[in-house]
């Protein structure tokens, strides 16, 4: 019934996202999707104006670096306005790879309309199962289901109210957001009320809930851009504040102030202090509901910097305290904060000379543990480049961070290099990160060190056709657990390493387009003596893919992709990234044998009303119950249906 329904509405422009865009969400992970969806979609719905924009508002963009933005300024300020993109592109000796990249986001019109505009966006997924309803173990209703109100006004005001539950969960308003953003309040000083967050330095105090890693742009996404405070109405049930910050902006000089008082989910140790803060965001269970906003915190700060010509300079301070005290439990945290208050004080700086930006942060916290993350970008004509260090204490406590880093902002030194360059019509990425855990922890109680390679090679054959290969080498050290003959748990450690190789063929004809994937992944590790012989892993994951965009019959569009993979076992998983209902995607992982498909059809009316449906199922190969050599398939469907309304 449901492909029926699918194929009647792909009789009905696709909302997924560009190829550079599923590019650089593939550093992301599932959880912080909704967020930076948001944002480029509102870049496209709202594009930069090249002859008015400030420094701030360039740095919106992605896949553009600071010295670019400098050099858009100058030409601006030197030889006026630009009279079109194409004037633009030329002035600027832009490449066609970042004109593609960039040019959804940007124009030399201003938008006229300063009315108000409205939109309604309601969401409901569920997954289901031929074995067993999933969702059966909890009282709740199985449906996931968001529903989103903007209200704005151009210059004037913005709004947004925000009400979600997650599968299983018994209340309909299981995790509520809004806020509301004034312009211009009085001159130069805007205000947010209700729930925001702020980007600041390279976010090493704060930053919002979703951060750029290492992915396929290793010079534009690793660094951070500081930016102004922005309303949160999103997904992510973590990491934003709760009350109300006014900025205030005069020429040359950036001041925010700000305070919050959220509630956080908790859980408890015997002595009634808290052990720890649950992230997943559900409440299902009794017990993930007993932990639902237990604990109070409170914190207050400050945000200055200075903006010139040749770049900016910056501070800010952050104090944070918990109603109740935060103890450790045992040498399993030994690291971990602990108590009731906390502070951070941190300068960042953000410069440009020539070619060349130099940018980066230094933080302290209240345990007198220091990070610090430096770097340096350099943008020529025919090579892009950035080398990045950072240093993070094994005690610092940053809650509200997300600065790049291999895992997290602690217990870690590493260097970042990077490069784009283009060879023979070849576009050529490469990315090395190298990083040590200098100080061990309970999980690994000896010091550990990595490292990742990544090489992407693309290149258009024609107007048509584009070639890519993706290359990766991961090294890691790790700990695994082994029983002796004596049954006693014993621990080695091991070099783990992975290899992948990932090619693509892409091809788009107007209304219609095909991408096809490849990929092997090849995980091993050393040979480790033991009592019982040596012991190792070497296992071998395959994955490939077939998409077809079809958008033939204005308005109506459709997406189907077939998915076959075949892996040794969860350890050579493969992942493989997904376009799903507007505003969400999703990076699922997948072991054993089997294949996966799924068709997305959207429709849109008279630019006010789009209807998406998304339907998917995955059947992997198991062992059937009581049998040796008998197999049956397991089959796990899932619905999506999204509504739109905009005025």
Same mark, same amino acid.
């Given at each position: ?78 030889? +006026? ?45 569920? #997954? ?14 199985? /449906? ?50 209700? #729930? ?10 704060? /930053? *919002? ?11 534009? *996404? ?31 000089? #950036? ?45 207050? +700060? ?99 961070? #997300? ?52 090489? /992407? ?191």
């Amino acid at each position: 019934m449901w492909i029926f329904i699918l194929s009647v509405l792909s009789l009905f422009p696709l909302m997924a996202q560009t190829e550079s865009e599923e590019e650089l969400l593939e550093s992301l992970s599932e959880g912080q999707s909704s967020e930076i969806l948001e944002e480029l979609q509102d870049l496209r719905e709202n594009p930069v104006n090249i002859n008015k924009a400030s420094i701030d508002e360039f740095g919106k963009i992605p896949f553009i670096t600071q010295v670019f933005i400098h050099a858009v300024i100058r030409e601006r300020q030197g030889n +006026g306005s630009f009279r079109s993109l194409e004037d633009f592109r030329e002035r600027l000796h832009i490449d066609a790879g970042l004109w593609n990249m960039i040019k959804p986001y940007i124009t030399v019109k201003s938008n006229k309309f300063d009315g108000i505009t409205f939109s309604i966006r309601s969401r409901f997924q569920r #997954h289901y199962s031929d074995q067993e309803n999933l969702n059966d173990a909890y009282p709740g209703s199985a /449906w996931k289901m968001y529903h989103r109100i903007r209200l704005s006004r151009k210059n004037v005001f913005k709004s947004a109210l925000l009400v979600e539950k997650d599968p299983g969960e018994t209340h309909p308003a299981d995790h509520l957001v809004g806020f509301v953003e004034i312009d211009n309040l009085y001159k130069n000083i805007r205000l947010v009320i209700g #729930h925001y967050y702020i980007k600041s330095g390279q976010g090493l105090v704060m /930053w *919002s809930p979703y951060g750029f890693s290492k992915g396929v742009y290793p010079v534009s *996404s690793v660094k951070r851009n500081s930016g102004a405070v922005r309303g949160y109405a999103s997904t992510d049930e973590n990491n934003f504040f709760t009350g109300s910050a006014a900025e205030l902006s005069t020429g040359f000089f #950036h001041l925010v102030l700000f305070g919050s008082c959220t509630r956080l989910d908790a859980s408890f140790n015997s002595d009634g202090t808290i052990k720890s803060f649950p992230a997943s965001g559900y409440h299902r269970t009794a017990y993930e509901r007993d932990t639902k906003e237990r604990i109070t915190e409170s914190l207050a +700060g400050v945000r200055c910097d200075i903006n010139e010509a040749w770049g900016s300079i910056g501070a800010t301070y952050l104090f944070t305290k918990y109603s109740l005290p935060v103890k450790n439990s045992g040498n399993k945290n030994l690291f971990s904060f602990e108590g009731r208050n906390h502070h951070i004080l941190s300068l960042d700086f953000d410069v440009c000379f020539s070619r060349f930006n130099f940018f980066g942060e230094v933080a302290r916290c209240r345990t007198n543990s220091m990070a610090f993350f430096t770097g340096c970008i350099c943008d020529a004509d025919k090579i892009r480049g950035v080398v990045i260090y950072r240093n993070f204490s094994p005690r610092f406590y940053s809650p509200h961070g #997300h600065g790049f880093s291999a895992s997290s902002v602690k217990n870690e030194r590493g260097i970042n290099i990077g490069f784009i360059t283009k060879v023979f019509k070849y576009k050529i990425n490469l990315m090395f990160d190298f990083y040590r855990r200098p100080w061990r922890t309970f999980r690994t109680p000896v010091p550990v060190r990595g490292d990742d390679l990544y090489l /992407w090679v693309s290149k258009r054959i024609s107007s048509h056709f584009k070639i890519k290969c993706k290359l990766k080498f991961r090294t890691k050290e790790k700990y695994d657990e082994y029983t002796s003959r004596e049954g006693i748990p014993s621990q080695i450690l091991k070099t783990q390493r992975q290899k992948s190789l990932r090619l693509e063929f892409l091809s788009d004809f107007n209304q219609l387009s095909f991408k096809t994937r490849v990929e092997l992944n090849h995980i091993y590790d050393t040979d480790i003596e033991t009592e019982w012989g040596y012991t190792n892993t070497d296992e071998t994951g395959i994955l490939f893919f077939q998409d077809i965009d079809l958008d033939c019959f204005n308005p109506f569009s459709i997406r189907f992709r077939w998915v076959q993979c075949k892996t040794d076992s969860y350890i050579s998983r493969v992942y493989e990234f997904e376009n799903d209902l507007p505003g969400t995607f999703s990076i699922p992982f997948l072991y054993g044998e089997g294949f996966r498909w799924y068709m997305i059809a959207y429709v849109n009316i008279k630019d006010h009303f789009d209807i998406t449906m998304k339907y998917r199922e995955t059947n992997m190969k198991k062992l059937i119950d009581g049998s040796n050599d008998e197999y049956g398939w397991d089959i796990k469907k899932y619905l999506g249906i999204q509504a739109d309304v905009r005025f």
